[in-house]
């Protein structure tokens, strides 16, 4: 067999070789597998500055969650940039005759912006923040979620996945110390944040006082609870809160919530990350208002 100039190999050889890597950065582009963590990856992520954003805007990406922001009419779009592979999964038909500015770019453009650490999937959308809501937003729903300055944008993100999951009314955090909408947030949740009202308030004593008004019995889960969760739900309407990853409940919220519970684990670990903690307890309150 003829060999060519590329270090003994053979001209096919060489030829699969180039498929195979073209094969694995599409699958790299989709999303489908990580970018090898390599120095110069490292050095590109630590150079990486993120650029300039308007208060009044925010940029989200991943496919599931922009198609979950494109079919929210709540949502105010800015601009929608995409790759020609992403437009196609996300059925977006021509582009052309698309109701917002649309600009086709390549995956490096929006490593760019977004950085490369982002698994955007080939598609950023730029859009207005979603309307603030408040305590009045609430749902119908017996089951409510609220959180204690829970700060990592990952876990407040998967916790409003399990909460749309769980069919939860709403998610309630404190404005400071609690991330705000975005990318982040929004890639975590996977198309959740469009589908249940992320309600901030400023002072949680006070909501949770109208959370009691409002019918709702609030159990905070403490790993050192009297009682375990199962015990601990009463009535038809239930308001579990938790506490910040560390740290847990504050004071000043043990001290409002009706009834403090722990979950019992057997094993030798008794305690969870806060968003595994909030889909467990989902689960039993669901049991208890028969759901």
């Not at 590329?6 to 094969?23: E, I, P, Q, V």
């Not at 990318?183 to 949740?189: E, S």
């Not at 909030?278 to 309150?285: L, N, P, S």
């Given at each position: 067999?003829?060999?060519?100039d590329?270090?003994?190999?053979?001209?096919?050889?060489?030829?699969?070789?180039?498929?195979?890597?073209?094969?694995r950065?599409?699958?790299?582009?989709?999303?489908?597998?990580?970018?090898?963590?390599?120095?110069?990856?490292?050095?590109?992520?630590?150079?990486?500055?993120?650029?300039?954003?308007?208060?009044?805007?925010?940029h989200?990406?991943?496919?599931?969650?922009?198609?979950?922001?494109?079919?929210?009419?709540?949502?105010?779009?800015v601009?929608?940039?995409?790759?020609?592979?992403?437009?196609?999964?996300?059925?977006l038909?021509?582009?052309?005759?698309?109701?917002?500015?649309?600009?086709?770019?390549?995956?490096?453009?929006?490593?760019?912006?977004?950085?490369?650490?982002?698994?955007?999937?080939?598609?950023?959308?730029?859009?207005?923040?979603?309307?603030?809501?408040?305590?009045?937003?609430?749902?119908?729903?017996?089951?409510?979620?609220?959180?204690?300055?829970?700060?990592?944008?990952?876990?407040?993100?998967?916790?409003?996945?399990?909460?749309?999951?769980?069919?939860?009314?709403?998610?309630?955090?404190?404005?400071?110390?609690?991330?705000?909408?975005s990318?982040?947030?929004?890639?975590?949740?996977s198309?959740?944040?469009?589908?249940?009202?992320?309600?901030?308030?400023?002072?949680?004593?006070?909501?949770?006082?109208?959370?009691?008004?409002?019918?709702?019995?609030?159990?905070?889960?403490?790993?050192?609870?009297?009682?375990?969760?199962?015990?601990?739900?009463?009535?038809?309407?239930?308001?579990?809160?938790?506490?910040?990853?560390?740290?847990?409940?504050?004071?000043?919220?043990?001290?409002?919530?009706?009834?403090?519970?722990?979950?019992?684990?057997?094993?030798?670990?008794?305690?969870?990350?806060?968003?595994?903690?909030?889909?467990?307890?989902?689960?039993?309150?669901?049991?208890?208002?028969?759901?």
């Open positions: 067999m003829s060999k060519d590329t270090g003994g190999r053979s001209a096919k050889d060489t030829h699969y070789a180039k498929l195979r890597r073209a094969h950065d599409q699958r790299r582009d989709k999303g489908e597998i990580p970018t090898p963590k390599d120095d110069r990856r490292r050095r590109a992520a630590e150079a990486w500055k993120p650029p300039a954003v308007a208060p009044d805007q925010v989200l990406y991943g496919l599931h969650t922009v198609r979950a922001a494109l079919d929210n009419p709540e949502r105010t779009i601009r929608l940039s995409v790759t020609l592979n992403a437009a196609q999964r996300l059925g038909g021509e582009l052309s005759g698309l109701p917002y500015p649309v600009e086709t770019v390549q995956p490096s453009d929006l490593d760019r912006i977004l950085g490369p650490e982002a698994i955007h999937q080939g598609v950023m959308l730029e859009t207005r923040p979603l309307p603030i809501r408040r305590l009045d937003a609430l749902k119908d729903s017996p089951l409510l979620l609220v959180l204690d300055q829970v700060t990592d944008p990952h876990n407040v993100g998967a916790i409003m996945r399990s909460a749309v999951a769980f069919g939860a009314g709403a998610l309630i955090t404190t404005m400071r110390h609690s991330p705000t909408e990318g982040v947030l929004a890639k975590t949740a198309g959740a944040l469009e589908l249940i009202p992320y309600i901030q308030i400023t002072n949680l004593s006070d909501a949770l006082e109208e959370l009691h008004r409002l019918g709702f019995q609030t159990v905070g889960l403490d790993s050192e609870g009297p009682a375990p969760l199962e015990q601990a739900l009463e009535g038809g309407r239930i308001a579990l809160v938790l506490g910040s990853e560390g740290k847990g409940l504050r004071q000043k919220t043990r001290s409002t919530c009706k009834a403090l519970a722990r979950l019992d684990m057997p094993g030798a670990i008794k305690s969870l990350n806060v968003s595994n903690a909030a889909a467990i307890a989902m689960y039993a309150a669901r049991r208890h208002l028969g759901l």
